[in-house]
C-alpha cells in the first residue's frame, strides 16, 4: 500500500511482471520453484540466496524492496501470490492470517525462540510464521580511540554529550552524537529503548488495542529524550542537519569522517561501519544506558510465512529453521538468529556473539513496538509514528520547550491511534 492507503498501478504493474517471470522461469525445468519474496536487497539478498541453495529443490528468490506489503497486496489482486514471504512485521503475519491469505506452519524440532516472540506469529490457535532473522536494536556505536571509556547510565550519556557538545560548539572537537533522523525508524528505536527502560509495563500495553498515547510513561519518555536532543551541539550540524542525514551516513559520520563520536542503532550497523570505515580501526558497541542495571533489550525480526495455495511453502519454512540453515550466511557475517538452538560458538564474530547471548537473557527483551503497531500508524516515510518521532526531534532540536514538544507529540500519537483502531 501507499501512505495514501491506494495499490498503485506501477506496482501492481511490477509485481504481476514478476510473478509472471517467476512462473515461467519454474514451468522451464522439470518442477517448478519455491516462490520466496523477500525484504532484502544487495548483500543480504545474495547472502540468503546462498542459503537457499542448501535446500534440495529449486529456490526462486524475489526482493520486493522496502514496501513489501505493497507488493504482496499487488500480487495477491493479480492472483501471483508468492509461495512464501519473509515480512518484517509481525502485524503483516496477523493480518494476512485474518484475510485467509496464509496457512499454518510447522518449525523445525531444532527451533526455539526467546520468550514471547512466537505469540507475536499467532492468532487464532494458530502459528502463522516463523522468525529466521533478527535485529539486537539496543546498541550505541564507536571507536574506542576516540571513547574509550563508555558511559554506563543514562545519566553518565546526558552528561557526556553536554561536556562533548560544548566542545564541538566551539570547535574543539566532533560531535557527540551522529544521528540518521531522516529514517523515522531511527527515532523511534531511540524512543523504544527510553519507554522500555522507564516503563516496561506501559510498552507491552501501547501494542494493545486499549493504549493510553497521552499517559505518563509515554510523556516521561519524550521528555528524557528531549533532555538529551536538545543539547546544544549534541549533532553533526545541529537538528536541522540530521533531519536530512540518513542512517548510513550518520554511521559513516562516526567511523570514517569521525565528525561524532557516537551513534545509536542496531547489530547490522557493525556491517555499514565495516564497509565505509577508514583505517583498520573496527567499531565497538555498548549497550544502550539505562536508568537501572540490566536495561531493556529491544530486538526486531523477519519472519517467514507460506501463502494459501503455495506448492513446497511449508516443507521450505520448516527447513528455514533448523539450527545449520543459515550457517552460510552466519558465516559470512551480518547475521543473528533467532534461534537459541544454535550454538553461540557458531559466531566468529564477538559482537555478534555477544548479542546473541544477550537475547537469551530471560525478563528484558522486547519487540520492536513501532512494528507491532496497526495500519499506518506502524509508520513509513513521512506517515505514521516514524512522522510523528520527526516532528518531535524537529521540535526539540528546533528550540521549542520540553512540555510543549511532548504534549504536541502525544496529541499526534493518540489520534494516529485512533484513525489505526489501536487506542487513544
Known amino acids: 500500500m501507499t501512505p495514501g492507503g491506494r495499490t498503485t498501478r506501477r506496482t501492481l504493474l511490477r509485481a504481476a511482471t514478476v510473478g509472471a517471470a517467476a512462473t ?99 492468532t487464532g490457535g494458530h502459528r502463522y510464521g516463523v522468525w529466521v532473522k533478527a535485529a539486537h536494536k539496543s546498541l550505541i556505536w564507536h571507536l574506542p580511540s576516540v571513547l574509550p571509556d563508555p558511559p554506563t547510565s543514562w545519566d553518565e550519556l546526558v552528561a557526556l554529550t553536554r561536556r562533548l557538545g560544548t566542545l564541538a560548539v566551539r570547535g574543539d572537537g566532533p560531535a557527540p552524537l551522529a544521528i540518521g533522523a531522516a529514517d523515522g525508524w531511527v527515532l523511534t528505536d531511540w524512543f523504544e529503548n527510553v519507554l ?11 501494542a494493545g488495542p486499549d493504549a493510553d498515547w497521552r499517559g505518563r510513561p509515554v510523556r516521561d519518555a519524550l521528555d528524557r529524550l528531549a533532555e538529551l536532543w536538545s543539547i546544544d551541539g549534541a549533532f553533526v550540524g545541529g537538528g536541522r542537519r540530521a533531519l536530512l542525514t540518513q542512517y548510513e551516513e550518520s554511521v559513516i559520520q562516526v567511523v570514517r569522517s569521525r565528525r561524532a563520536v557516537m551513534v545509536f542503532e542496531a547489530d547490522f550497523t557493525a556491517e555499514v561501519g565495516s564497509r565505509f570505515r577508514s583505517g583498520s580501526e573496527e567499531a565497538a558497541a555498548f549497550r544502550f544506558p539505562s536508568a537501572e542495571s540490566g536495561g531493556p533489550l529491544i530486538v526486531g525480526g523477519d ?57 537469551r537473557d530471560p525478563g528484558t527483551l522486547r519487540f520492536d513496538l513501532s512494528d507491532q503497531l496497526r495500519g499506518a500508524f506502524t509508520g513509513s516515510d513521512g506517515v505514521g509514528i516514524w512522522r510523528i518521532m520527526q516532528d518531535f526531534f524537529a521540535d526539540v532540536t528546533g528550540g521549542v520547550r520540553a512540555a510543549e514538544a511532548v504534549r504536541r507529540a502525544t496529541g499526534q500519537l493518540a489520534a494516529a491511534a485512533r484513525s489505526a483502531g489501536g487506542g487513544r
Not at 199 to 206: C, E, G, R, V
Not at 304 to 332: C, I, K, M, Q, Y
Open 196 to 206: 522500555a527502560d522507564l516503563a516496561p509495563a506501559a510498552y507491552d500495553a501501547l
Open 24 to 122: 515461467v522461469a519454474g514451468c522451464a525445468g522439470s518442477t517448478r520453484s519455491v516462490q520466496v519474496a523477500v525484504v532484502w536487497s544487495g548483500g543480504e539478498l545474495d547472502r540468503f540466496r546462498q542459503v537457499v541453495k542448501g535446500y534440495g529443490p529449486s529456490v526462486h528468490v524475489v526482493s520486493a524492496g522496502n514496501d513489501i506489503d505493497a507488493f504482496l497486496r499487488a500480487r495477491h489482486l493479480a492472483g501471483t501470490a508468492p509461495d512464501v514471504a519473509i515480512l518484517p512485521r509481525p502485524g503483516l503475519v496477523t493480518e494476512y492470517a485474518a484475510r485467509g491469505w496464509l496457512r499454518p506452519v510447522l518449525p523445525s524440532d531444532e527451533y526455539a525462540v526467546p520468550a514471547g516472540l512466537n505469540d507475536l506469529l499467532r
Open 303 to 359: 519472519a517467514a510465512v507460506v501463502f494459501a495455495d503455495a506448492r513446497g511453502g511449508v516443507e521450505l519454512v520448516e527447513w528455514l529453521t533448523r539450527a545449520d540453515s543459515f550457517h552460510p550466511w552466519l558465516h559470512a557475517g551480518g547475521y543473528l538468529s533467532p534461534n537459541t538452538t544454535i550454538p553461540l560458538a557458531d559466531y566468529t564474530n564477538p559482537v555478534r556473539r555477544r548479542c546473541a547471548a544477550e537475547m
